[in-house]
T-cell receptor, first 113, second 112 residues
Framework: KAGVTQTPRYLIKTRGQQVTLSCSPISGHRSVSWYQQTPGQGLQFLFEYFSETQRNKGNFPGRFSGRQFSNSRSEMNVSTLELGDSALYLC????????????FGSGTQLSVL | QKEVEQNSGPLSVPEGAIASLNCTYSDRGSQSFFWYRQYSGKSPELIMFIYSNGDKEDGRFTAQLNKASQYVSLLIRDSQPSDSATYLCAVNKAGGGNKLTFGTGTQLKVEL
């Protein structure tokens, strides 16, 4: 059974640009969560989607947005990139998203220059 | 005060010893507790979860939860060099979906 797949694996962007990251959950999983990981702040919750609806949102500015499609695949978008957005962005999926085990993808390493 | 606190380490233990990793949390509404292991350059991998007070054992791993003290720990028996990694404690509130709050992790080094 395939795991959580994130693309691309690496991205280099410049300040002011926007970026879209993609996540395909494990087959059958309907909840997709996104996390940002940095050396200083650790893992921080961005948002969670379940059945195409945003169910939870973390404390990130509106430049960070996401969506989920009917096949449970999810994308997150960051507009007007800032240097501080450089991080590893991790996607995690679970069956229904109610206090369940999360399965993480390998992440997308974003560097903003 | 951080919502989930862990000692960053590194925690060094000799091979074969018991490694004890600790985590405290501030929100009494927290309902479920998870331990993830993250190797350098890899994504987090769930190794234990616990919902009720007391101990939960799975192989060489034991998770301990004390909600009154807002404390959760992970014991690793017979530590192996392959256990060397960063261990992340995460908590979730009741009705919180999958909005996990993570600690910054404890780096464990198991020495030969």
């Amino acid at each position: 059974k395939a795991g959580v797949t994130q693309t691309p694996r690496y991205l280099i962007k410049t300040r002011g640009q926007q970026v879209t990251l993609s996540c395909s959950p494990i087959s059958g999983h309907r909840s997709v969560s996104w996390y940002q990981q940095t050396p200083g702040q650790g893992l921080q919750f961005l948002f969670e989607y379940f059945s195409e609806t945003q169910r939870n949102k973390g404390n990130f500015p509106g430049r960070f947005s996401g969506r989920q499609f009917s096949n449970s695949r999810s994308e997150m978008n960051v507009s007007t990139l800032e240097l501080g957005d450089s991080a590893l962005y991790l996607c995690a999926s679970s069956w229904t998203g109610a206090n369940e085990k999360l399965f993480f993808g390998s992440g997308t390493q974003l560097s903003v220059l | 005060q951080k919502e989930v606190e862990q000692n960053s380490g590194p925690l060094s233990v000799p091979e074969g010893a018991i490694a004890s990793l600790n985590c405290t949390y501030s929100d009494r509404g927290s309902q479920s507790f998870f331990w993830y292991r993250q190797y350098s350059g890899k994504s987090p991998e769930l190794i234990m979860f616990i919902y009720s007070n007391g101990d939960k054992e799975d192989g060489r791993f034991t998770a301990q939860l004390n909600k009154a003290s807002q404390y959760v720990s992970l014991l690793i028996r017979d530590s192996q060099p392959s256990d060397s990694a960063t261990y992340l404690c995460a908590v979730n509130k009741a009705g919180g979906g999958n909005k996990l709050t993570f600690g910054t992790g404890t780096q464990l080094k198991v020495e030969l």
